[in-house]
């Protein structure tokens, strides 16, 4: 005759509960503001890195469980960033809060690398700074701030309309040769020469547009302009003369005090 096998059931708790409650907060979590269990069980849960903020292991704690370190709370927190989070329960007393990355739809990330491509259809408020290194072509800009861009860069449109409030490049030159380098366009040279003139190079080839203004401070002393061939003149003779020079199709127009 057979043995009979008996099998008992298990225990089976009077309440049992999975939840997921989401919120978010700018301020790091207060550690009693939950209720936590940690059975012995749970050893490894609440020996996390930051799992326990009461810095304590009992079988029974009070503190909140913040995963997967307290330091995301309370490093991260500064400027008024705000940090979306899960709660996480099993049972009225057991409660794991993960740090998420979305609230009400809405995107919180300290840092964020896309290797895709980003399609925004609203407004995109930007209030750092700005670093693109390949193009970037939209069909307007907007700014309430300053607009920059590296002098090394360039600002490429069809029309560009506002109030100019720009600096003058200035160089001073008192050595008997300078050439002229169309990157600077715009240029204006304060002339003092140290010896009886300065000779200024014109290039062969410049931009359309490409402008140089000069002015002759020193009392008997020249300045020479070589390759400037539609203007009056090639000199300045006259302490506080002036010229300007222009660039058309590759020859250099003059205006001024030119003799």
């Known amino acids: 005759m057979q043995d009979e096998i008996k099998v008992s059931e298990g225990y089976q708790p009077a309440h ?3 939840s997921f409650v989401e919120g978010s907060s700018s301020v790091a979590p207060e550690q009693s503001s939950y209720p936590l269990q940690v059975l012995e069980a749970d050893h490894n849960l609440n020996h996390l890195d930051g799992g326990d903020p009461g810095g304590g292991y009992s079988p029974w704690v009070t503190d909140i469980l913040v995963y997967p370190s307290s330091e995301y ?3 991260l927190l500064e400027d008024g960033k705000v940090r979306p989070y ?3 329960s099993i ?3 057991n409660t794991l809060r993960i740090p998420s990355a979305i609230h009400n739809y809405d995107l919180y990330v300290d ?3 896309i290797y895709g491509d980003l399609t925004i259809d609203g407004d995109t408020n930007l209030s750092g700074t700005v670093q693109v290194s390949g193009e970037i072509q939209p069909s307007s800009i907007s700014t309430e701030g300053g607009f920059i861009v590296s002098s090394e860069g360039d600002v490429v449109a069809r029309n560009i309309s506002g109030t100019s409030n720009t600096k003058a490049l200035i160089e001073v030159v008192n050595g008997a040769g300078y050439t002229f380098d169309p990157v600077k366009t715009g240029l204006f040279i304060i002339c003092e020469p140290d010896e009886a003139g300065t000779s200024i190079a014109l290039p062969n080839i410049a931009p359309d547009g490409t402008t140089l203004t ?3 401070v020193s009392a008997g002393k020249t300045v020479t302009f070589t390759n400037l061939y539609k203007s ?3 000199l300045l003779t006259e302490q506080y003369s002036s010229a300007t020079v222009m660039c058309k199709n590759n020859t250099w127009y003059g205006i001024g005090d030119l003799v």
Do not use: C, H, M, R
């Open 16 to 18: 049992q509960f999975i």
């Open 73 to 75: 709370w309370e490093g």
């Open 86 to 88: 899960i709660d996480f």
């Open 91 to 93: 049972s009225n007393y």
């Open 111 to 113: 840092d964020a690398k």
């Open 214 to 216: 000069v002015q002759l």
């Open 232 to 234: 009056k003149g090639n």
